[in-house]
């Protein structure tokens, strides 16, 4: 798993999440063991009873979706999460590359009778 120690990790200022993040003990240790970090809720706006997507939420739920496109995704194939961090990390890095240099993808035809 990321270690999610202060000092490996200068920059992080806000963690966001949604609903489920609204816990007093989270708040408490994290004023305690990490000062600088604070935890932004997101909520879905008021009476909207279908998908509305959330600022900065649905950056995390698009990217998943991405990885889930990924076949070695699909399970937990890795036994050890340093493992399974690197597979999220190179297919990230294809997804990158795919889209700084792009191939034409070959058009699909569906065989004819014979």
Not at 1 to 21: S, T, W
Not at 54 to 74: I, M, P, Q
Not at 92 to 104: D, F, K
């Amino acid at each position: 798993m990321f270690p999610a120690y202060g000092q490996q990790l200068p920059r992080l200022e806000v963690i966001f999440g949604d609903n489920k993040y609204h816990n007093h003990a989270l708040h408490a240790w994290l004023r305690e063991h990490r000062p600088g970090w604070r935890v932004e809720v997101k909520k879905r706006p008021e009476g909207s009873h279908c998908f509305t997507p959330l600022e900065k939420r649905w950056v995390v739920e698009r990217t998943n979706a991405w990885n889930g496109r990924c076949r070695r995704h699909s399970k937990d194939y890795e036994r050890r999460s340093d493992s399974s961090a690197a597979m999220i990390q190179i297919s990230n890095l294809h997804l990158m590359l795919r889209r700084l240099a792009p191939t034409p993808q070959p058009k699909f035809n569906y065989a004819t009778a014979a």
